[in-house]
């Protein structure tokens, strides 16, 4: 069952309304904008159809308006052999086309008061459709907001993310223990012969720099 019984209801109504009474805005919403748009569709193929029957109406007219000149023209004939006879009942015909017409007249008049009205109401209608969407769109990102708060807070907290990080801690706990427990196997030993030649080299390095430098500082 829809949420409008008719098409007047959608134009005239009052989309915050329905949602402050809804109990899941959401999903009232989407119904909101399907029925919407279904409706927007039948509106539009109402209205094809009265341009459809308008164009028709003025096909037949045509078709009068040239008949009634060709009775006019063999009432005319009909005179001209005496034959007035004919010539009455050539006329007649013609009024007969003439009432004809008017009656066709009458219901362009009545189409085009209700293209006016189709016209109008699609507007509105179209005015809601997009009210709606808006309303939508801002519920979806409300939602979605909703949903990221509510996912942070609960990763915040959770206990099993604090458990992980204390694992995390006993776990570089362990790994100094093994590195200390690693460099404590190079206490109390002494150097050996690489490592003094390497001290030596970066001696001699720290010297030749230090001349330098002197020399410069010299020369200055």
């Given at each position: 069952?829809?949420?409008?019984?008719?098409?007047?209801?959608?134009?005239?109504?009052?989309?915050?309304?329905?949602?402050?009474?809804?109990?899941?805005?959401?999903?009232?919403?989407?119904?909101?904008?399907?029925?919407?748009?279904?409706?927007?569709v039948?509106?539009?193929?109402?209205?094809a159809?009265?341009?459809?029957?308008?164009?028709?109406?003025?096909?037949?007219?045509?078709k009068?308006?040239?008949?009634?000149?060709?009775?006019?023209?063999?009432?005319?004939?009909?005179?001209?052999?005496?034959?007035?006879d004919?010539?009455?009942?050539?006329?007649?015909?013609?009024?007969?086309?003439?009432?004809?017409?008017?009656?066709?007249?009458?219901?362009?008049?009545?189409l085009?008061?209700?293209?006016?009205?189709?016209?109008?109401?699609?507007?509105?209608?179209?005015?809601?459709?997009?009210?709606?969407?808006?309303?939508?769109?801002?519920?979806?990102?409300?939602?979605?907001?909703?949903?990221?708060?509510?996912?942070?807070?609960?990763?915040t907290h959770?206990?099993?993310?604090?458990?992980?990080?204390?694992?995390?801690?006993?776990?570089?706990?362990?790994?100094?223990?093994?590195?200390?427990?690693?460099?404590?196997?190079?206490?109390?030993?002494?150097?050996?012969?690489?490592?003094?030649?390497?001290?030596?080299?970066?001696?001699?390095?720290?010297?030749?720099?230090?001349?330098?430098?002197?020399?410069?500082?010299?020369?200055?």
């Open positions: 069952m829809g949420i409008f019984s008719r098409l007047s209801d959608i134009v005239n109504s009052n989309i915050n309304a329905i949602l402050d009474r809804a109990e899941d805005p959401e999903k009232i919403i989407r119904l909101i904008v399907q029925e919407m748009e279904d409706t927007l039948e509106a539009r193929t109402s209205a159809r009265l341009i459809a029957e308008k164009k028709d109406i003025h096909r037949r007219l045509d009068i308006s040239e008949a009634s000149v060709e009775w006019n023209q063999r009432a005319e004939l009909a005179l001209s052999k005496d034959r007035e004919l010539a009455r009942a050539a006329l007649s015909e013609k009024a007969k086309l003439a009432e004809t017409a008017k009656h066709m007249a009458d219901e362009l008049g009545h085009d008061e209700a293209l006016a009205q189709s016209d109008a109401d699609i507007a509105k209608l179209q005015a809601k459709l997009l009210e709606a969407k808006a309303k939508q769109k801002a519920l979806v990102a409300r939602h979605e907001n909703v949903s990221t708060r509510l996912r942070t807070k609960r990763m959770d206990h099993r993310v604090d458990d992980a990080l204390m694992r995390f801690e006993q776990i570089e706990k362990k790994i100094d223990h093994t590195e200390a427990l690693a460099e404590s196997y190079d206490l109390g030993r002494g150097k050996t012969l690489a490592e003094e030649i390497a001290a030596l080299e970066s001696e001699t390095a720290v010297d030749q720099e230090l001349s330098a430098l002197k020399q410069k500082l010299g020369k200055s």
